[in-house]
């Protein structure tokens, strides 16, 4: 019985292995030397103040590493070295950076380089199995294993204040300093998201670790890839922060969904469209909204120029419209 009982664990454990055998060979261990912007300088000796991992993927042909900013910030380019899982030393060619995501691409070139897969962080649901993969402590290539335990986490302090948009997966494999810029990886082998932060009293693993959803990672990678910075959309409305349980009862909602207007910004998309001041934006696009900041980051990933469908809650009625997005950087130079 117990033989049995062991096969049957066994063959469960395979699942496991075999996508650490599939995913190893794309994980790459990264040290950022602080103070060097250009090329690296053959004398003195410098502490590596930020190590941490990243994953390496293929876009349109040609070979990228993704990571967090907050990993190589300290560093220019030239104190960036990426060790690959074979032993190997390689030093990017390009550098991109988004400081409101925490996101970071890494040109590499270098021969026989094995990409990660990419999945979609929109089918991830809560209860699924995830391994992380990085160099906690600056031990490269530790596996570690557990569930999504929740989704759409936001508001975070995380040391880092210019993380301005931040819509988590939380899970509880272990991730400790050093995983930052790993990949988070489903049973089947492909990349979900990114690990980038911890919860800890203690400063290591308790078990609540986050990583930025990859459809969120690679809609500011493509664009810093194709266009060397982030164009984001904007609406035009102020939310209110205020907006909860009872004041939802008092409006007619049985619960406090979606996001309520405060304010409109004049000339933009808000104002065009006719949202007014109270209304509560129950859908973007055909995706509910969980609350404010969940609309914020549904805006901030959408395409300018979109023209989006929008459910609303005005007067105990809901109403549809259509609006086209603009460019956020027109309306920021504004003000």
Known sequence: QLQKQAEYWERQAAVVKTVVKLVRPTVVHIEAEPGIPSLPQRSGTHRVEEAGAGVIVQIQGKYYVLT????IKSSGIGGIKISLADGRRIFPTRLWDDPESDVAVLAVDAPGLTPARLGKSKDVEIGDFVLAIGSPFGLSHSVTFGIISAKGRRDLELGHAEVVFQDFLQTDAAINPGNSGGPLINLRGEVIGINTAIASNSG?????????????????????????????????????????????????????????????????????????????????????????????????TTPVGKKVPLVLFRDRKTLTLEVPLADRAQFLSKQ
């Open 68 to 71: 967090n900013r907050h990993v």
């Open 204 to 300: 290591g693993n308790e078990g609540i670790g986050f990583a930025i959803p990859i459809d969120m990672f690679m809609f500011v990678a493509n664009q810093l890839i194709e266009k060397g910075k982030v164009v984001r959309a904007f609406l035009g409305v102020h939310l209110d922060s205020r907006f909860g349980p009872a004041m939802a009862a008092e409006l007619g909602l049985p619960r406090p969904i979606g996001a309520r207007v405060s304010g409109i910004t004049a000339q933009s998309p808000a104002a065009a469209a006719g949202i007014q001041d109270g209304d509560i934006i129950l859908q973007f696009d055909g995706q509910l909204v969980e609350d404010a900041g969940h609309l914020i980051n549904l805006v901030a």
